[in-house]
C-alpha cells in the first residue's frame, strides 16, 4: 500500500542523547514535513523540503536538523535531545507545490518520542 | 503569515445530534482552505477541502463553505456518529509566498455518545 512509513514507533530516550526520526515515503511526492503534536497545539511545522536537495524551517525548528538526499526519505534528527521534545513527530508529503495552496498532505502513523 | 484559530474542545455530542466546529482564518489573499481528521492512533487525513471563496467542500457527510466575509470555515454535519469520533484540524497554507507549507488550527476533540 502506496504511503509514508516512519520508525520508530515509539522511542523513550535520555536527555543529551542523538535520536533519528526515520520517514520513508513511496508515492513520488516533492514535499515532505515534519510535524511535532503537543496537546493543545496542535500540529507545528518543523522543517519541510519541495524536493529533493532543499530544506527550509518551519515554525518551530531550533533543536532539529533534516537532510534531503533523495525523494523518497526524509529524516529528523535530534543532535541533543531535551525533555521538551517530547511529542508525537508526523512526516507527511505531498505531491504539488503550487502558490494556490491547493496541494493535500499525506501523514505517517507518527513516532512517539519520550525524552526522560 | 496566515493564522488560524479554532473552536476549542473538547466536544461532547450525542449520536444523530447536529455537529459545528468553528474554524476563522487571518490570510493574504484567498488560499485554499481544509479540515482534516485524526482518528485515534493515526496520522491525519484530509477530510475536505475549499480551493476559493464561497466553494463548499463536503466528505462523509460533513460540509464547509469558504466564507470570505466572516473569514471562515466552519465544519457541519447533520447527525454524527459514534464513527466520527476524532479530532479534527482546520488549516491553510502559512503565506502565498510559501503555499507549499501547511499549518493548522490546535484541534477539536470530538466524542460521540452511542
Known amino acids: ?3 509514508i512509513t516512519q520508525a520508530p514507533t515509539s522511542q523513550i530516550l535520555a536527555a543529551g542523547r542523538r ?4 520517514c520513508t515515503q513511496d508515492m513520488r511526492h516533492n514535499a515532505m514535513y515534519w510535524y511535532r503534536q503537543d496537546l493543545g497545539l496542535g500540529l507545528r511545522l518543523i522543517h519541510y523540503s519541495n524536493t529533493a536537495g532543499t530544506t527550509g524551517k518551519g515554525e518551530v525548528p531550533d533543536g532539529y536538523s533534516v537532510s534531503r538526499a533523495n525523494t523518497d526519505d526524509f529524516p529528523l534528527t535530534l543532535a541533543s535531545a531535551v525533555p521538551s521534545q517530547t511529542s ?3 512526516c507527511a508529503s505531498s505531491g504539488t507545490v503550487s502558490l494556490s495552496g491547493a496541494n493535500v498532505l499525506t501523514f505517517g502513523a507518527g513516532s512517539r518520542l519520550t525524552v526522560l | 503569515g496566515n493564522s488560524v ?7 461532547t455530542l450525542s449520536e ?3 455537529l459545528t466546529i468553528n474554524c476563522t482564518y487571518t490570510a493574504t489573499g484567498y488560499p485554499s482552505l481544509f479540515w482534516y481528521v485524526q482518528y485515534p492512533g493515526e496520522g491525519l487525513q484530509l477530510l475536505l477541502k475549499a480551493t476559493k471563496a464561497d466553494d463548499k467542500g463536503s466528505n462523509k457527510g460533513f460540509e464547509a463553505t469558504y466564507r470570505k466575509e466572516t473569514t471562515s470555515f466552519h465544519l457541519e454535519k447533520g447527525s454524527v456518529q459514534v464513527s466520527d469520533s476524532a479530532v479534527y484540524f482546520c488549516a491553510l497554507p502559512w503565506g502565498y509566498s510559501s503555499a507549499s507549507k501547511i499549518i493548522f488550527g490546535s ?3 470530538l466524542s460521540i455518545r452511542p
Open chain 2, 16 to 18: 444523530e445530534a447536529f
Open chain 1, 88 to 90: 508525537v513527530y508526523f
Open chain 1, 1 to 3: 500500500i502506496a504511503g
Open chain 1, 19 to 22: 535520536m533519528t526520526l526515520r
Open chain 2, 107 to 109: 484541534g477539536t476533540r
Open chain 2, 5 to 11: 484559530t479554532q473552536m476549542e474542545g473538547p466536544v
